[in-house]
């Protein structure tokens, strides 16, 4: 069974930029969720979505966004790139509530 | 809000020997999740231990074991034997119970080396 797949792995942007990353759930899988990881800020939840809806929302600004499509996978956008959006970005995914939440290897993105 | 507290920063542990990495938690919910993850060198999120808080019995896999406490809002992870392929950041999470609910609330983390 294949695992949460992310794309791209590493990316650089310049600031002002926009960048828009992409997250294949584990088959079977209806959630799927997006944390930053920054060595300042540790692991951030940035939102969740389930079935094509956000089910909920962390505490970032307006310029970070998500959809989900109807076969699950995920895709999130950062507009207007700041040098401290540079982080790892982290898709998870799970069946639903309960059960375990996996991760992907995740997406490395660089603001220059 | 819940708030997780891993005070270690750093640990390290001679192979073969014991370790246990510390975790406290902050809520007023009654039910919820306790998980540890393991971040290698590759960043992806392993997961290695869960507990149900309603589950009054400590969670084990294999060479990993938790001892947690509810009351006093503490969930330690034991490792025994420990391996070289164990180094890594290991991350305690929170995570509400309540329906719908699928975020995760990390703590900052803690750096474990396995010294051969």
């Known amino acids: 069974k294949a695992g949460v797949t992310q794309t791209p792995r590493y990316l650089i942007k310049t600031r002002g930029q926009q960048v828009t990353l992409s997250c294949s759930p584990i088959?079977?899988?209806?959630?799927v969720s997006w944390y930053q990881q920054t060595p300042g800020q540790g692991l951030q939840f940035l939102f969740e979505y389930f079935s094509e809806t956000q089910r909920n929302k962390g505490n970032f600004p307006g310029r970070f966004s998500g959809r989900q499509f109807s076969n699950s996978r995920s895709e999130m956008n950062v507009s207007t790139l700041e040098l401290g959006d540079s982080a790892l970005y982290l898709c998870?995914?799970?069946?639903?509530?309960?059960?375990?939440?996996?991760f992907g290897e995740g997406s490395w993105l660089t603001v220059v | 809000a819940q708030t997780v507290t891993q005070s270690q920063p750093e640990m390290s542990v001679q192979e073969a020997e014991t370790v246990t990495l510390s975790c406290t938690y902050d809520t007023s919910e009654s039910d919820y999740y306790l998980f540890w993850y393991k971040q290698p060198p590759s960043r992806q999120m392993i997961l290695v231990i869960r507990q149900e808080a309603y589950k009054q019995q400590n969670a084990t896999e294999n060479r990993f074991s938790v001892n947690f406490q509810k009351a006093a809002k503490s969930f330690s992870l034991k490792i025994s034997d420990s391996q070289l392929g164990d180094a890594a950041m290991y991350f305690c999470?929170?995570?509400?119970?309540?329906?719908?609910?699928?975020?995760?609330?990390f703590g900052q983390g803690t750096r474990l080396t396995i010294n051969p």
């Open positions: 999470a929170y995570r509400s119970i309540i329906q719908g609910a699928q975020k995760l609330v």
């Open positions: 088959s079977g899988h209806r959630s």
């Open positions: 998870a995914s799970s069946w639903d509530s309960g059960n375990t939440i996996y």
